[in-house]
């Protein structure tokens, strides 16, 4: 199956925005999950952390190719920078890609950045604003998204 037309437009677009001087790469999973147009998938709850003011609810809404304006309309650079949004989890919260080692150079752009969650109402790095959801994304996204 064939990317979709917009998949590397937004690769790219997402590299100028985060200023990486590459495109992004996402993890392989994910563009397969973009290949087939899911748009929102169940996750396992009991797998998803608990935060101390805001827990992920377990749904995963694919943003698809409204990525980056959503990353423009929630001002991502500003209060999460390095952190790339995937998807809404039907409260108000985003899973995102954490690129932040990307930006710094001490990760390699090769689609093993870790994943994320923070609530849109309190975007941030800091440990009451966001929680790691998983450290290998190829692994989140393989057993959390349907197989064809």
Same mark, same amino acid.
């Not at 749904?59 to 998807?87: K, N, S, V």
């Not at 409260?91 to 950045?113: H, K, M, P, Q, W």
């Given at each position: !199956?064939?990317?979709?037309?917009?998949?590397?437009?937004?690769?790219?677009?997402?590299?100028?925005?985060?200023?990486?001087?590459?495109?992004?790469?996402?993890?392989?999973?994910?563009?397969?999950? !973009?290949?087939?147009?899911?748009?929102?998938?169940?996750?396992?709850?009991?797998?998803?952390?608990?935060?101390?003011? +805001?827990?992920?609810?377990?749904?995963?809404?694919?943003? %698809?190719? /409204? !990525?980056? /304006?959503?990353?423009?309309?929630?001002?991502? @650079?500003?209060? !999460?920078?390095?952190?790339?949004?995937?998807?809404? /989890?039907? #409260?108000?919260?985003?899973?995102? $890609?954490?690129? #932040?080692?990307?930006? @710094?150079?001490?990760?390699?752009?090769?689609? #093993? @950045?870790?994943?994320?969650? #923070?609530?849109?109402? +309190? $975007? %941030?790095?800091?440990? /009451?604003?966001? $929680?790691?959801?998983?450290?290998?994304?190829?692994?989140?996204?393989? @057993?959390?998204?349907?197989?064809?």
């Amino acid at each position: !199956m064939t990317n979709p037309p917009w998949l590397d437009a937004l690769a790219d677009e997402a590299g100028r925005m985060l200023h990486l001087g590459a495109p992004v790469t996402f993890p392989q999973p994910l563009r397969a999950l !973009m290949r087939t147009a899911v748009p929102w998938f169940a996750l396992d709850a009991a797998q998803l952390p608990e935060g101390r003011w +805001s827990t992920p609810a377990p749904e995963f809404g694919a943003l %698809g190719a /409204d !990525m980056a /304006d959503y990353y423009r309309d929630y001002e991502f @650079a500003e209060y !999460m920078p390095g952190a790339w949004p995937l998807a809404l /989890d039907g #409260s108000g919260g985003f899973y995102c $890609l954490d690129l #932040s080692e990307v930006i @710094a150079g001490t990760r390699a752009n090769d689609g #093993s @950045a870790p994943v994320v969650w #923070s609530h849109a109402g +309190s $975007l %941030g790095w800091e440990d /009451d604003q966001c $929680l790691p959801i998983a450290a290998d994304p190829a692994a989140f996204f393989e @057993a959390a998204v349907p197989g064809p």
